[in-house]
């Protein structure tokens, strides 16, 4: 059965800290992971990843891929508390659908 | 250029009743998929719609349906609805890219049944 799992759950730190989410899955026919970030709305696009070992980067956060070992990481630094939210993995494995972790609810504390 | 719009926003209804649900996926999207959100099953894909067909369905019962008209709007119906379909219905707008596909949800519709 396809599966995306994240840790951890629910992390809490403060402000300034850089925090690493994980995001591992079992699919298959991969195609690409993607990273949303869900606050209080509807879950907004952060990034897609198709290929190892590329970083991709927007501000102060960045993701990376290891189509080998199955995860990915999300890592936000110097973080701040706009960035309290909850942070979700979905896998892409071809068939327009998308196969979403739990997430991962952060917590910035000033 | 407009993003996902999905109408009611909130909706109460009782168990029995039927709803419909309304989704405009951002010009030029084809595809519109729908996501069942829940605090116990996290998001859960319902199905998705290509070009008025049904490409791709989740593990919903049947009383889960849908359509997609030719101008990419979509709707969903959930009939003889129960207690446990109250969550947040999100919308989905897919934008192709070579190297894959990219969801652009809309705000969902938050629906209570009591």
């Known amino acids: 059965e396809d599966k995306v799992v994240q840790s951890p759950l629910s992390l809490v730190v403060h402000e300034g800290d850089t925090v690493t989410l994980n995001c591992s899955y079992e699919?298959?026919?991969?195609?690409?992971l993607l990273w949303y970030k869900q606050e209080k709305k509807a879950p907004t696009f952060l990034f897609m990843l198709t290929s190892s070992g590329i970083e991709k980067k927007s501000g102060r956060l960045s993701s990376i891929l290891d189509k080998k070992e199955l995860f990915s990481i999300l890592n936000i630094t110097a973080t701040q508390t706009g960035d309290s939210a909850v942070y979700l993995c979905a896998v892409n494995w071809g068939a327009q659908k998308l196969v979403f972790g739990q997430g991962t609810r952060l917590t910035i504390n000033p | 250029k407009a993003g996902v719009t999905q109408t009611p926003r909130y909706l109460i209804k009782t168990r029995g009743q039927q709803v419909t649900l309304s989704c405009s996926p951002i010009?030029?999207?084809?595809?519109v998929s729908w996501y069942q959100q829940t605090p116990g099953q996290g998001l859960q894909f319902l199905f998705e719609y290509f070009s008025e067909t049904q490409r791709n369905k989740g593990n919903f019962p049947g009383r889960f349906s849908g359509r997609q008209f030719s101008n990419s709007r979509s709707e969903m119906n959930v009939s003889t609805l129960e207690l446990g379909d109250s969550a947040l219905y999100l919308c989905a707008s897919t934008m192709r890219q070579p190297v894959g596909e990219t969801q652009y949800f809309g705000p969902g519709t938050r629906l209570l049944v009591l």
């Open positions: 699919v298959t026919n991969f195609r690409s």
């Open positions: 010009s030029g999207h084809r595809s």
